[in-house]
């Protein structure tokens, strides 16, 4: 039987990838093998779409090797992890399937840790791809502290909070659901675009003041779901609210 992590370029078995940073520019999707399949696919490839940095027919060679990795995944459920983009000057693609970590923040709940780091926004409009760039992740990612199930907090460069490092942000509050608005900036996730098709899910400027006075305080992502969070690091702590489980609850009914 065959075991993870398993790698393919250009549709062809490999037995190992290059670094991202060996590719210039370029797309990330990190997806969710469950049971023979990618449940999210059809998202993950509008969101390829909107980026205009990818022809029909790519994605249409893309999306049967996607199909047919998670078919034959030795593992009920693992990451597969797409990424396209010039390599060695040459357009590329590559895929990785391995092993979904464990997960227990979907039970204890998430830290967070308020970044210095700042996302740049833009007055164009943005399309929320996720980016093979990641040197501003990557220098937020050094200034978390040393604790478990911790991730960082971002924030605009009006100080407006975006997201997390792997995660959309949720909030529970007024009795309805609130996420911020990534006109600006920030990455759309496909578990956010999920969500919003089946619950009332409004994009708002999310200030300071407001994060702190949430209900509820969520994440999501398409690998792992929606997780809660429990605190703030040095500002508030949360408990794990219904609210929060109902999100996890339709999930495990309706897409896993």
Not at 12 to 18: D, F, G
Request: proline share 6%.
């Amino acid at each position: 039987m065959s075991t993870l992590p398993q790698f393919h370029a250009d549709g062809a078995p490999v037995p190992s990838l290059p670094a991202d940073a060996a590719y210039s520019g370029g797309l990330l999707e990190t997806m969710r093998c469950q049971r023979g399949r990618v449940p999210l696919w059809p998202l993950h490839r509008a969101r390829l779409e909107r980026s205009g940095q990818i022809d029909s027919a790519t994605l249409d060679t893309i999306e049967a090797a996607v199909s047919a990795i998670a078919r034959d995944c030795p593992a009920e459920a693992a990451k597969l992890r797409l990424r396209l983009g010039l390599l060695e000057g040459q357009s590329h693609w590559d895929l990785a399937l391995t092993p979904l970590e464990p997960t227990p923040e979907l039970t204890l709940g998430v830290r967070l840790f308020p970044c210095e780091t700042r996302l740049l926004a833009s007055e164009t409009a943005n399309p929320g791809c996720k980016s093979l760039q990641r040197a501003g992740y990557n220098r937020a990612k050094g200034e978390l502290p040393q604790l478990d199930r911790c991730d960082g907090l971002l924030r605009d460069d009006s100080g407006r909070a975006i997201e997390s490092l792997r995660c959309n942000l949720l909030l529970y509050r007024g009795n309805r659901w609130l996420t911020p608005d990534l006109s600006r900036c920030g990455v759309r996730g496909v578990m956010r675009d999920w969500l919003g098709a089946r619950i009332s899910l409004a994009g708002v400027d999310v200030q300071w003041q407001a994060l702190l006075a949430a209900d509820e305080v969520a994440l999501c992502n398409s690998v792992r779901g929606v997780l809660p969070v429990v605190e703030l690091l040095g500002e508030r702590r949360w408990a794990v609210g219904p609210q929060t489980r109902r999100l996890q609850q339709l999930i495990a009914e309706e897409l896993w």
